[in-house]
């Protein structure tokens, strides 16, 4: 209800704007304005209608999507009209005795309005899916010499209702993973965002893409559950079990609190994973001393572990696992990606944000994910498919 009065005063308000600023000054650059604040209208309202009215399951992909859209249209269009009443009005009132306004003001607010529209247009119908292959080498001391020269894939975040409507682009995801050839191919979480019913057929397009070796997944805090508002505890429990089985559906391996071993060749490789809960800042963690509990003899150790926090929690200088990936962050879906500069204001939450971190002779790498969660747009933050070369140094 809040929301619908905040649409109703800024349509009414924004529209007194272009009248005051325009009908006087140019007649035809007030009607294009008014035409193109009706055609931003309607799109929002029949969003804000479609939302208002839905009535089926909260984890539809439908309602999940319909919920994001919204979002990032009140980022795009309420938003900057908020700025713009606020700039209009201070100018009308510090011109109150002559009964105009500040131009250049409203001007200001114009031009704000414009840029901001632009950046999250350009950053939904593009940027999201302008997929990046981040290319890394890790060198290993005394690395098996049947490893040396592995290929790792990972795939992180997927929040698979954010393809809804565009399971082409994630088709093309799978494909190009194929054409990387990956020894391995592992998934950090996060597959859906509130629960089960977000999968919905995607795990037939997730299954064509595949490692020589396997494929390996973990249940990031988004999968378990955690934040649909209508699940009981009975609820979570069952969808922590569809979860597993929609995963396992896609070709993977999914790894609660627990390893496997993999042959490469003459060597072993043990594979980890622990389930993550909870949300920021309150993150749980599954059991990794369970996890590792009779692993031995084998040549490389990889954990999978959705929050890029839990590596100098409980795995840095506390156990001899080698490399550890992660997600979960996204870049906070906007920042400066760069060749020699990045930034995001993810990393005042998650000092290990994205990209290779190293300790001595452990490393952690942490994607920034595929999909979208909650904004339907990434503003200078590509999606990312990551390549780990193992190397022996």
Known sequence: MI??????????????????????????????????????????????????????????????????????????????????????????????????????????GMVFMFIVLLVIALSTFYERFNFTTEEITIKIKGLNKDLDGLRIVQLSDMHLSSFYHHTKELQEVMLKVNQLKPDILINTGDFVTFGWREFERYDTILSKASGRYGNFAILGNHDVGTYDPFFTEADRDNNILIMNNLIKASGYQVLNDEFKKVNVGNSKIGMIGVVTGGRHPHMTHGNLDKAIAGLDSVDLKILLTHDPNHWEEAVTGKTDIQISFSGHTHGMQMGIITKKFKWSPAKYFYPHWNGLYQEGSQYQYVNRGLGCLAIPFRIWMPPEITVITLKKE
């Open 3 to 108: 929301l619908f009065f905040i649409l109703i005063i800024t349509e009414i308000l924004t529209i007194v704007v272009l009248q005051q600023h325009f009908y006087h000054f140019s007649r035809t650059i007030h009607f294009i304005s008014i035409i193109s604040h009706v055609i931003l209208s309607l799109w929002l309202w029949i969003f804000f209608f479609e939302l208002s009215f839905y009535n089926s399951f909260y984890d539809n992909p439908k309602h999940v999507w319909l919920m994001m859209n919204l979002t990032g249209m009140f980022a795009a269009i309420i938003f900057p009209r908020i700025i713009l009443i606020i700039l209009h009005f201070t100018g009308k009132f510090l011109k109150l005795k002559s009964g105009n306004h500040l131009r250049w003001l409203t001007n200001l």
